[in-house]
């Protein structure tokens, strides 16, 4: 049999990183992440999941129908991601397992990389444990794939051990940390009533809430001649686009924002005298607030305007996505089985955090997939001191084996549904 640990390390090693500026017009954004599909449904078929298979987009896609007596529970899916973030490299990783004693963790002693307890207080939670890190140079890429190992030694326990369970249908995706994980996703031959990603942090933490999300391109039309002679007829772009994000509350940004508040993000701007342009990327967690940011933006807008004639700013919004939890909410029992099952693997008090961001999940919710975050067990994503808790993984296998449990299905979720 294999373990949660083997796979975390195995799959760590296989290099599946993303790429944001690949420009080729197809998924996946890298042919690497074939790599990564490729090994799960060898595995997958290795555990006599015979129907596992990849797709042209590289998505990997495999279903295990109910045992005898379980065809009524709902069919669950476990989706998660198989690439790694451009924004560290993914290359070469080589995993290992450290004892963690309290203070600094050195990862790289010939490199002298260390992963500072003061820089890093959650460390404190794990005195006394293991943990799977990388050497330093890379990234772990436990976003995913411990999400990944979590979800495939569970499937493989409950099939060794014949346990009674519902249909599961299980979904690795590529291309996910450049924004695309879900836009090629087959929900409909995906065949999941409702599902979870397993792509959160600590293994203790669960989470429903997502942001609603806007982009504004405002343009601001100025009237460029020259310096000497432009006394009360230049428009200064430049200087219109300064007053237009002087309007937006000073404080509402990402820098001075955590938890629920949303915030205005001035995430690009350029331009000379003649235009100029900015790009704000729009946060709420809240539908009624994010709809008033919007309207600030044209707000803003009109009030430029009225100083400078019609037309001198334009703002073309977009919105991007919404909140999982205004459809979530009528469906609140999917969480509470998530949150059941965690008790159930042994967390005491399991807590949820709204995330400041999107999820595949949030995309496929709105997609008619309604599926929540687990988390997979993985801190510090994204950076050379990406680590995952032996413990943690382990507590992930038991949580997804519960969620998958007959007898705690019919009590969370089939009892509400009559
Ligand atoms: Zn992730």
Partial sequence: MDNVVARLMRY?????????????????????????????????HGMGVD???????CYVYASVPATPGCEHLPAIGLIAHMDTTPDMTGKDVKPQILHYEGGDLVLNPEQNIVM????????????????????GTTLLGADDKA????????????????????????????????????????????????AYTLDGGDITDYEYETFNAAKSVVTVHGFSIHPGTSKDRMKNALLIAME??????ALETPAHTEGYE??????????????????????????????????????????????YGPGTVTVDTQDQYYNMYEVLKDHM?????????????????????????GTD????????????NLPSAGHNAHGRFEFAPVESLKTGVRTVKQLLSPALIEAVILKKEK
């Fill in 12 to 44: 760590a090693k296989v290099w599946s990183e993303s790429d944001y500026h690949a420009n080729r017009g197809t998924t996946p954004s890298t042919d690497r992440q074939f790599d990564m599909a490729r090994l799960l449904v060898e595995e997958l």
């Fill in 51 to 57: 129907n596992a298979f990849m797709d042209d987009t």
């Fill in 116 to 135: 500072k307890g003061s820089d890093f207080p959650e460390l404190q939670k794990f005195v006394g444990q293991d943990l799977v890190c990388s050497d």
């Fill in 147 to 194: 999400g990944i190992a979590i979800i495939l030694q569970a499937v493989e326990e409950l099939l060794a051990e014949n346990a009674p369970h519902g249909a599961i249908k299980l979904g690795f995706t590529p291309d996910e940390e450049i924004g695309l994980g879900a836009s090629h996703f087959d929900v409909k031959g995906f065949g999941a009533d409702f």
């Fill in 244 to 249: 237009y994000n002087a309007l937006l509350p």
């Fill in 262 to 307: 949303g915030f205005f993000h001035l995430q690009e701007m350029h331009g000379k005298v003649e235009e100029a342009a900015m790009e704000y990327i729009i946060r709420d967690h809240s539908m009624e607030r994010f709809r008033q940011r919007t309207a600030a933006m044209d707000a803003a807008a009109e009030q430029i305007n009225r100083r």
């Fill in 333 to 357: 029992e999917i969480v509470e089985l998530a949150e059941a099952a965690m008790k159930g693997a042994g967390i005491a008090e399991p807590t949820h955090s709204p995330i400041r961001g």
């Fill in 361 to 372: 999940g949030c995309m496929l919710t709105y997609q008619g997939l309604l599926c929540p």
